[in-house]
């Protein structure tokens, strides 16, 4: 199948200048504007295929909302070739806009003055939706995400996550072929988050809509994307799978220990490096072992080589209250992919 | 305590003046417009009236008087602060109005205190220009300058609780600024901002003297010019006490009753 | 399940005129909405008014009750300017003005990244948002002073009623060129409002008759800052009628000012795009 989202060598470096404070700054400003160059995005390469359903990651500033830009239109690569349903995304083509849907958890793109209805029949007409393919949309929608009762309620009045729905139903009136998400879950409570990311399944599903999504929320990532790219500091780390990301053999070896030992001397007696031990605080601990009283867990990141050795280093030294082996989890993968990266140890593939 | 609480009001006019010269171009702009512009405005119309009209006066005042007048009017509506109410009524509207519920500051004053530091700065300097102007070319009284500014400034604190008594309209309603509007034009006729006061006649005087706003433009001017005696300008000083006392009083209420309406609608 | 359309079947057919017609038409409901939210906007936006025009015609009585005409103008010439300065800043008011108020939101809140996606004019979106409704009524309130001032005025009236369409729809224009040009520097300052704001410095000088002025600030209002074309202009040419070289000056001066306004906002697009990340 030919792509439909095609990144080559994508390099995005911006300008900005540096304004300092203190006198005359303004003028200086105005006339002899020192440049600062900073570089978000230094040479990145993918393709996407119709009706994948893609999770972009990486810390703040490593170049995700960039990248969404970039295949937005809104702005153009510095160099590299950006192409969208085999268009240049930059032109903005009459046809490109019609096949896109950018959605920015952080800026509302339905005035909020206004009962969602009307903002959608605004839509309506910019997208020139037939009458009844609008109507059978919109009731579609608003029955997936559950919000039929709120359509004539203005969107200031309704909860975060409810305008959040709003938002959505909003991008995805016109059909989309490709939809970029840029942290659809930001600020929503688990069980919104939850509800938004049921419906953006059903609706890749149904309508095979290519949709990128960037989230801060692993989760997101977890239960909706079949492929990750990671990015950071504008480099591409990670491009695959999840599921591969987190496998190769890994697995989390959790201990409760009657000892508490800390954490050096569980490295000591394990010889595990110290980077790879844990001790979640509890509100971090992933969902499943809460209630076990108050001794807190280790976290120990073992193979299948050295799973025996490390329990059995373990129980000649302590009295384990707790053992279990659990799959690694996305978010701790990467925290330590980035950690990995920053300290030089062994790059991933 | 006490030295903590004039902290925040040293600190929030400190900050109101970085933040207004950070942007030097765009402070004077704002300098620009708010004062040379209405001034060519009003020196055009007299002109217009004097030189091609071929009027001789007008209500006993000569082209010179005008002229003078508006000139003078410039160094006291400089200390006009600014936009503060519509800041106001945009904090209620948009809801920021929380962030300052929060800190011990009071939004009225905090607001008023930030964005006059600028013009504090401005009264500054047209104080001192307007006792050299008075000393070299006659006209202004340069021992009356200061007394005349501090009038000017307390007429601009009681122009601006009014206008934020008025701005708490905003907990109610939305499209609270427009009655800002209304006050606005209000003001700048009744203050003699836009036209000298003596040019109305004499049987609408009781209208400009019934409200306080006089006392931030027109009555400064009169008194730096001489035309007030002291006697005068004291009665309007004490006069103008008591509206300083009303206002807060103003403030109190509408601000009191808005904000408690306002919480519990939950911010 | 039900069967609902597929991505296939994207959009219907229509001209682009017909799109934004449309488009317009969404957002005069959208409005009319709006301001059944808000009702008591009518009275206010009436009131905010009457006192503007309550407050010129004090000062022009005032100043009327001590010369006979100024520039040439009587008092009742000057009142039917007035009544049509009014009219053509409703109309302004009532599609743009809001609008603008909102203007800088393009950029400092970023509403331009979403609005650039729209398969519409981000400028047509954004200006056509706000729709004042009420503001129609000081329309119709501007036109009835003219009306009632029309024959003191030495304005011979009958077929010439027809020519006040054009000529209201290009003093809006030209508030509307102005406007913008006062507005298009949210992409290089922070501070935008400084400079719009100067635009009502400015609007002092639009609200007389530009022959009263001294002929140096009478030049800049019909040329650099043609102020004098918002209802001055358009009031000379009800009341006296225009010499060709002048008609000449201001469709130079607007098209001037059209190319000013394309070339900022081109200027600034490229400054957003350049210097966002």
């Not at chain 2, 620009?32 to 512009?37: D, E, I, S, T």
């Amino acid at each position: 199948m030919e792509p439909v989202i095609v990144a080559q060598d994508i390099r995005r470096s911006f300008r900005s200048s540096k304004k300092e404070e203190g006198k005359n700054s303004t003028w200086k400003y105005l006339l002899k504007p020192e440049w600062v160059e900073h570089h978000a995005l230094k040479g990145v390469s993918f393709s996407i295929e119709p009706g994948a359903f893609v999770g972009l990651i990486g810390a703040n500033g490593a170049g995700k909302t960039t990248l969404l830009k970039i295949f937005s239109g809104l702005i153009p690569p510095s160099s590299g070739t950006a192409r969208v349903l085999d268009q240049e995304p930059f032109k903005r083509s009459l046809d490109f806009r019609k096949q896109i849907s950018l959605v920015m958890g952080q800026k509302a793109q339905l005035w909020w003055d206004l009962p969602a209805v009307d903002a959608f029949d605004l839509l309506r007409a910019i997208y020139e939706i037939p009458e009844k393919t609008y109507r059978d949309r919109l009731g579609m929608l608003a029955e997936l995400l559950d919000v039929q009762k709120l359509l004539n309620t203005q969107i200031r009045r309704l909860s975060l996550g409810e305008r959040m729905k709003m938002e959505l139903i909003g991008a995805l009136l016109h059909w989309p072929k490709v939809v970029f998400l840029d942290e659809p879950t930001i600020g929503l409570d688990v069980l919104a988050a939850q509800k938004l990311r049921e419906f953006l399944r059903e609706f890749n599903r149904r309508e095979k809509a290519t949709i990128i999504l960037t989230s801060h929320n692993m989760d997101d990532i977890t239960r909706l994307c079949s492929r990750v790219l990671i990015l950071r500091s504008g480099e591409m780390l990670y491009d695959g799978s999840p599921q591969k990301l987190t496998r190769e053999g890994e697995k989390r070896l959790r201990v409760r220990l009657q000892e508490q030992p800390t954490l050096e001397q569980l490295a000591a007696t394990t010889q595990i490096p110290i980077e790879r031990i844990t001790f979640p605080k509890p509100e971090d601990a992933d969902a499943g072992d809460e209630g076990e009283g108050t001794l807190p867990a280790a976290y120990l990141t073992v193979n299948s080589q050295t799973l025996m050795p490390t329990l059995q280093a373990i129980l000649a030294k302590y009295t384990p209250i707790d053992l279990g082996i659990e799959e690694q989890g996305l978010e701790n993968v990467i925290k330590r992919l980035f950690q990995e990266e920053a300290s030089g140890i062994t790059k991933r593939p | 305590m006490s030295t903590l609480r004039l902290g925040w009001r040293w600190a929030a006019l400190r900050n109101g003046f970085l933040d207004a010269t950070a942007y030097r171009v765009e402070f004077l702009i704002e300098v620009l417009g708010q004062a040379v512009v209405p001034v060519i405005t009003q020196l055009v119309l007299w002109y217009a009236v004097f030189k091609l009209g071929g009027a001789t006066e007008m209500a006993g005042l000569s082209y010179s008087d005008l002229i003078l007048y508006t000139l003078t009017s410039i160094l006291f509506s400089q200390i006009r602060g600014g936009d503060h109410d519509f800041e106001l009524a945009e904090m209620i509207r948009t809801g920021t109005l929380s962030n300052y519920l929060l800190r011990p500051a009071g939004a009225v004053e905090f607001v008023y205190i930030r964005g006059s530091a600028p013009k504090l700065f401005l009264a500054g300097v047209c104080l001192v220009v307007g006792m050299i102007v008075g000393a070299i070319f006659g006209g202004i009284h340069p021992e009356r300058m200061p007394a005349a500014m501090l009038m000017a400034f307390i007429g601009n604190i009681i122009h601006y609780q009014i206008s934020a008594a008025i701005a708490s309209i905003a907990f109610y309603w939305e499209e609270a600024y427009s009655v800002l509007m209304v006050k606005n034009l209000f003001v700048s006729l009744l203050s003699g901002e836009l036209i000298h006061l003596g040019i109305f006649p004499e049987k609408w005087k009781w209208v400009w003297e019934s409200f306080p706003f006089y006392l931030y433009v027109f009555g400064p001017v009169q008194y730096a010019l001489g035309k007030w005696t002291h006697v005068e300008f004291f009665r309007a000083l004490a006069l103008s006490l008591v509206w300083l006392a009303v206002g807060w009083a103003l403030v109190r209420i509408s601000w009191g009753i808005g904000t408690r309406r306002y919480l519990s609608l939950g911010g | 399940m039900k069967n609902y359309p597929s991505v296939a079947a994207a959009t219907g057919p229509g001209s682009r005129i017909a799109l934004y017609w449309n488009v317009f038409k969404v957002n005069v409901k959208n409005n009319f909405v709006r301001e059944a939210v808000y009702r008591t906007n009518f009275i206010t936006t009436v009131i905010v008014d009457l006192v503007w025009i309550a407050v010129q015609f004090s000062l022009f009585t005032v100043i009327y009750a001590n010369v006979e005409s100024l520039g040439g103008w009587t008092k009742h010439q000057v009142f039917f300017f007035l009544g049509f300065f009014f009219a053509s800043d409703a109309l302004f008011s009532t599609f743009f003005a809001r609008n603008f108020w909102q203007f800088s939101d393009l950029v400092n809140k970023g509403e331009l990244d979403i609005l650039l996606t729209k398969p519409v004019h981000p400028l047509f979106l954004s200006l056509t948002r706000f729709i004042s409704m009420t503001a129609w009524f000081n329309v119709l309130l501007g036109i009835g002073v003219m009306i009632r001032y029309a024959e003191p005025a030495g304005f011979e009236g009958g077929w010439r009623w027809l020519t006040l369409i054009p000529w209201l729809a290009f003093g809006t224009l030209a508030a509307l060129m102005l406007r913008f040009a006062f507005s298009v520097w949210i992409f290089w300052t922070d501070r935008s409002f400084a400079i719009a704001r100067l635009y009502f410095a400015f609007f002092t000088l639009a609200d007389k008759p530009d022959p009263i002025f001294p002929i140096v600030v009478r030049a800049f209002l019909m040329t650099a800052l043609p102020f004098a074309f918002i209802g001055s202009v358009p009031a000379r040419a009800l009341l006296q009628g225009l010499e060709l070289r002048e008609y000449a000056l201001i469709t130079g001066v607007m098209v001037f000012f059209f190319f000013f306004n394309r070339h900022f906002w081109r200027k600034g697009m490229a400054r957003y795009q350049s210097a966002s990340s």
